[in-house]
C-alpha cells in the first residue's frame, strides 16, 4: 500500500471489510470490548462513535462502558462538515445531516467534550505505526479537532492509564497530544479502532498537515502505541 494514493487504500480496505465474515466481525467486537477494559483503568470519561455497517463495532464496549457508569459521549455531524458530541444515554435518533444515528441530549462543543474525556476513541480504515490516520474522506474529525492539533484547546489533566493489560504491544508515545500542551495541561488520548491487519508500518499511508494524529490503535489484539519514526 506504500505507494497508494488514499483513494486507492480506502477501496482495498472497505472490500476487505465488506468481505468479512459475521463470525470475525463479533469476535472483534468481543476482543474490543475485552481489550479496552484490561487497560481502561484511570479512564474517567470517554468519547467514542457509533460505528457504521462495517466498521469494526465497538458497540458493546461503549454499553458496557455507560453501564458501569463512566460518561460516553458520542459524535453529531454539525454544518460544515464537522463534529459537536452528546452524552450516550442510549436513546438515538436520525441524523439531521446524514450518517446514520446520533445521540439525544444537549449538544457540547468539541472544546467543552475534550475538557471531560481521556480517551477519544476515532473511527479509522487504517493506521500506520507513526500514528497516521485514514477516515473514511469527510474529514469530519479533522475539522473538529483542528484546534486542538494546533494547541489552542487542552483537556484537564488525565491520570496515568493501567498499560498491563493482556495483548498490548507498548512503546513510547507519540509527543504530539500525550505530553502537556504549552498550558502544561494535558489533552486527552485519541485511539483509533481498526483490524489488526489494518495496522500498517511508518510511511505506509500518504500524511497532509491537517491530519488528525492517533496516540495508538485499538486492535482486536490490544493497544498499539504509535511511535515517532527514528
Not at 458501569?68 to 458530541?85: F, H, K, Q
Not at 446514520?100 to 444537549?106: A, D, H, N, R, V
Not at 467534550?113 to 474529525?141: E, F, K, N, S, T
Request: proline share 9%.
Amino acid at each position: 500500500m506504500r505507494t497508494e494514493t488514499k483513494p486507492g487504500i480506502r477501496r482495498v480496505v472497505r472490500q476487505a471489510r465488506r468481505a468479512m465474515p459475521a463470525e470475525v466481525r463479533r469476535d472483534a467486537a468481543e476482543a474490543f470490548e475485552a481489550g479496552f477494559f484490561a487497560i481502561q483503568d484511570g479512564v474517567r470519561a470517554v468519547a467514542g462513535y457509533l460505528p457504521l455497517a462495517t466498521e469494526p463495532d465497538i458497540e458493546p464496549l461503549l454499553r458496557r462502558a455507560r453501564n458501569a457508569g463512566t460518561p460516553v459521549y458520542l459524535p453529531v455531524a454539525a454544518p460544515e462538515r464537522t463534529l459537536c458530541w452528546a452524552l450516550d444515554s442510549g436513546r438515538y435518533s436520525a441524523s439531521a445531516i446524514g450518517g446514520g444515528p446520533e445521540p439525544i441530549g444537549e449538544r457540547l462543543s468539541t472544546e467543552d467534550m475534550v475538557r471531560r474525556v481521556d480517551v477519544i476513541l476515532v473511527p479509522a480504515l487504517a493506521v500506520d505505526r507513526a500514528g497516521h490516520r485514514l477516515g473514511q474522506g469527510g474529514g469530519y474529525y479533522d475539522r473538529a479537532f483542528a484546534a486542538l492539533i494546533t494547541g489552542q484547546v487542552t483537556g484537564q489533566p488525565r491520570p496515568s492509564l493501567n498499560q498491563s493489560g493482556p495483548g498490548l504491544s507498548l512503546s513510547q508515545s507519540r509527543p504530539s497530544l500525550s505530553q502537556p500542551a504549552k498550558s502544561g495541561v494535558r489533552r486527552p488520548e485519541f485511539w483509533a479502532v481498526v483490524y489488526d491487519d489494518e495496522v500498517l508500518e511508518n510511511g505506509a499511508l500518504p500524511a497532509e498537515q491537517h491530519d488528525l494524529i492517533v496516540d495508538a490503535a485499538l486492535t482486536p489484539s490490544g493497544l498499539l502505541r504509535c511511535t515517532v519514526p527514528a
